[in-house]
C-alpha cells in the first residue's frame, strides 16, 4: 500500500512564505506524476499544481501561478510545495497525490490520481 504523508503546514500572516513536503516510505519515486490539490471549508477539493512523472513539466491553477512551485527530489522520495506571498484565500488543507498509472491524463482532475496523503492545515491570517 502506497502512504504518502504531508508535512510543513501551520499558521503564517499574508505575505510569509512555507514549503509542504510529501513523502512517499518505501515508494520509489521515480516515473509518477505528483501534484497538490487543496480543499478550503464548504468546498470542493480543487487543483493547484502538478508535477509530470519526468519532473520535466508542472501546471499550475490560475490563482497560485507565479506564487506556488511544485518539485521533486527523488533521492529523498520527496514532493514539494514551495508557496510564497500567501493570501488569506490560501487557507485550506492540502493534499499530496501520486498518480502511478501511465499514458495521458487529464492533470488538473483528481480522479486521475492513484493515492493521496491525508492532509496537511495551511491557515493564512490577513
Known amino acids: 500500500q502506497v502512504q504518502l504523508v504531508e508535512t510543513g503546514g501551520g499558521l503564517v500572516q499574508a505575505g510569509d512564505s512555507l514549503t509542504l513536503s510529501c513523502t512517499v516510505p518505501?515508494?520509489?519515486?521515480?516515473?509518477?506524476?505528483m501534484a497538490w490539490f487543496r480543499q478550503a471549508p464548504g468546498r470542493e477539493r480543487e487543483f493547484a499544481a502538478a508535477?509530470?512523472?519526468?519532473?520535466?513539466?508542472?501546471i499550475y491553477a490560475d490563482s497560485v501561478k507565479g506564487r506556488f512551485t511544485i518539485s521533486r527530489d527523488s533521492a529523498k522520495n520527496t514532493a514539494y510545495l514551495q508557496m510564497n506571498n500567501l493570501e488569506p484565500e490560501d487557507t485550506a488543507i492540502y493534499y499530496c497525490?501520486?498518480?502511478?498509472?501511465?499514458?495521458?491524463?487529464?492533470?488538473?482532475?483528481?480522479?486521475?490520481?492513484?493515492?493521496w496523503g491525508q492532509g496537511t492545515q495551511v491557515t493564512v491570517s490577513s
Open positions: 497525490a501520486l498518480r502511478e498509472r501511465s499514458g495521458a491524463y487529464d492533470a488538473g482532475d483528481r480522479n486521475e490520481y492513484d493515492y
Open positions: 518505501g515508494f520509489l519515486i521515480v516515473n509518477q506524476a
Open positions: 508535477l509530470s512523472w519526468d519532473a520535466e513539466h508542472t
